[in-house]
């Protein structure tokens, strides 16, 4: 079984840092990418950034050049360092593993961490 748990968030200031964690365990297949998505009361969960299993990443627009996306070799493990916090990056953030399923895609999404941004 699948299961992929977050940590890492918190109640910060505007400009100060965060590093959200996330392990995954149950993985015995390939996998295409990891990535982080966040979730904001009332709004739709948009995705963050993600990171292929070759190293390649994306980021959305709002966060390039603050948040950086890694992870470990074993693609077991994902990491988002947050810099220079906004109070518009308030959410529930989860991390998610995309997998190939045929010629179809199948989500794992872990369960969600708080990052709360406020003066």
């Known amino acids: 079984q699948v299961e992929l748990v977050e940590s890492g968030g918190g109640s910060v200031q505007p400009g100060e840092s965060l590093r959200l964690s996330c392990e995954a365990s149950g993985i015995t297949f390939s996998i295409n990418s990891l990535g982080w998505y966040r979730q904001a009361p009332g709004q739709l969960r948009e995705r963050v950034a993600d990171i292929t299993t070759e190293g390649d990443t994306n980021y959305a627009t709002s966060v390039k050049g603050r948040f950086t996306i890694s992870k470990d070799a074993t693609n077991t493990a994902v990491y988002l360092q947050m810099n220079d916090l906004k109070p518009e990056d308030t959410a529930v953030y989860y991390c998610?593993?995309?997998?190939?399923?045929?010629?179809?895609?199948?989500?794992?999404w872990g369960q969600g961490t708080q990052v709360t941004v406020s003066s």
């Open positions: 998610n593993i995309e997998r190939p399923l045929g010629t179809a895609k199948q989500w794992y």
